[in-house]
């Protein structure tokens, strides 16, 4: 294991560089006797590296997002006023710089170890290594899926091969200078690497921290949402679901523990984890008043989730990790309303609904859960959206979620008022697409987001 520990802190020194081009370490010469992976053993410890594969999802889109609030005196004590920026939506210097850590750092860190790993399979016949490409396959989709909410405008079919996606580092070669990608090659790169890994993976891997076939199968439900391909989206859910299905009932969980639903639960499929964001912390982030009310006082999540502070504000408790890191993986729970949003845009509304019912019966007091129902599909796609935002509450998905909805015309401005100073993003604002990091453009000569 000592050579494994070697690559990863050879990864993890020079992933910077991946997403930069800079010169500086390109000149540096790397040290010849640090030894690499040879086998299926090795690439597995790599990719079982829970910090760098697992860990650090972008944050900084449930920052922008409109379901918590700071208090003026937590605002003005945030640490670095790039917090403060992009609580506010500013257009640019909305990230601390990669060497204090960054989502985009993050990203292509993963990605890095995901390039490496594929790079060198290619280059040797290794026996028993198609599950370690199909779970590099799906971290570096994964990676890519979650980045381009991020950094690029959402998914439009009449501009998304003009509107600037993200550099596709797809080896690990330093010297390839780092372009943006449109935004539909960047959805294109991302479904060629699921769907490539869908034969190599197994249906139930070790531990839910690796991918697998519904893991690859729960991404695709979730990109092609993003992209507006709801057929595709309700096969791929289709599918998922016919591997996993389990819904966890709330009424076994202690509402009165710090954290009710418990880590690697039976609903979770791929578990991954929200980078830290200090804005993000329990203590720290109130939920919308609003959000809160929507919860009928029937409704266990309204406990299992939230917990009153003493000047009676609200704070969320109920991540999917039996701890305070907050779940961005895939569970069952998104599938099903994935295949409601499709099925209720397809017009199909009794297929919602029974969707729907399916986890809401599990999330009420037992015998006092009333079934939906809906008379067209209008209704239905009404009743799954709203559900859909109390489900999946702080699962790093409501920004995606915004910014695709206005793009069909849900009008969702957003607003925010600290210190007697208010801030408005308006709908399809190209604030939405978050600046890239001014050192990563500078080091790159990229082409920065348009304010």
């Known amino acids: 294991m000592k050579k494994n520990k070697y690559f990863i802190v050879l990864i993890l020194l020079t ?47 449930e920052v922008s997002s409109d379901d918590f609030y700071l208090s003026d005196a937590d605002f003005s004590n945030l640490f670095q006023e790039s917090d403060k920026r992009m609580y506010t939506w500013q257009p640019g210097t909305v ?44 971290f570096r989709a994964s990676r890519y899926l979650d980045a381009v909410q991020i950094w690029a405008l959402p998914y439009d079919a009449g501009t998304a091969s003009t509107d ?3 550099p596709l580092r797809l080896d690990p070669d330093f010297n390839t200078k780092s372009v943006r990608a449109s935004v539909q090659q960047t959805y294109d790169q991302i479904i060629q690497d699921l769907l490539s890994a869908i034969s190599l993976l197994p249906v139930t891997p070790l531990k839910a921290t690796r991918p697998s076939k519904p893991a690859a199968y729960g991404l695709l439900a979730r990109a092609y949402l993003f992209m507006g391909d709801y057929n ?13 299905s389990s819904i966890l009932d709330f009424n076994t969980l202690n509402a009165s523990a710090s954290y ?11 578990s991954t ?31 299992i989730f939230f917990r009153t502070n003493t000047d009676g504000s609200i704070r969320f408790k109920g991540n999917y990790s039996g701890s305070s890191g907050k779940f961005t993986g895939i569970a069952t729970d998104e599938l099903y309303l994935i295949r409601a949003e499709c099925n209720a845009r397809l017009g199909k509304a ?62 969702l401005t957003l607003t925010r008022t600290t210190n007697g100073q208010s801030y408005t993003l308006p709908p399809n604002d190209l604030r939405s697409a978050l600046a ?6 500078s080091l790159s000569g990229m082409e920065q987001n348009k304010r």
């Open 15 to 61: 992933a910077t560089t991946v997403l930069s081009g800079c010169e500086k370490y390109l000149e540096e010469k790397s040290d010849k006797t640090l030894a690499v992976p040879s086998g299926t053993q090795d690439y597995q410890a790599l990719l079982d590296n829970y910090n760098t594969m697992n860990t650090s999802y972008a944050g900084s889109g």
């Open 95 to 138: 990230f601390a710089t990669a060497a204090n850590g960054n989502d985009w750092l993050s990203c292509y860190s993963a990605i890095y170890v995901s390039n490496s790993i594929l790079d060198d399979l290619a280059k040797q016949e290794l026996p028993g290594s198609g599950n370690i490409k199909g779970q590099a396959l799906v």
């Open 164 to 166: 600037l996606g993200l």
């Open 232 to 244: 595709k989206a309700l096969a791929s859910a289709d599918s998922a679901l016919a591997l996993k």
């Open 260 to 270: 009710p639903v418990a880590d690697l639960n039976s609903e979770v499929i791929f």
């Open 273 to 303: 984890y929200m980078y830290a964001e200090y804005q993000l912390v329990s203590t720290i982030a109130k939920i919308s008043p609003d959000v809160y009310s929507s919860y009928s006082s029937n409704d266990l999540r309204k406990t």
């Open 350 to 411: 009794i297929e919602a609904i029974h969707d729907l019912n399916t986890i809401l019966v599990k999330r009420w007091k037992t015998g006092t859960f009333v079934p939906m129902t809906a008379a067209d599909p209008a209704t239905a796609l009404g009743l799954v959206l709203q559900e859909r935002r109390k489900e999946l509450l702080l699962r790093g998905l409501r920004w995606a979620d915004i910014k695709r909805l206005n793009k069909l015309g849900a009008n």
């Open 436 to 441: 890239i990091p001014e050192d990563v453009i």
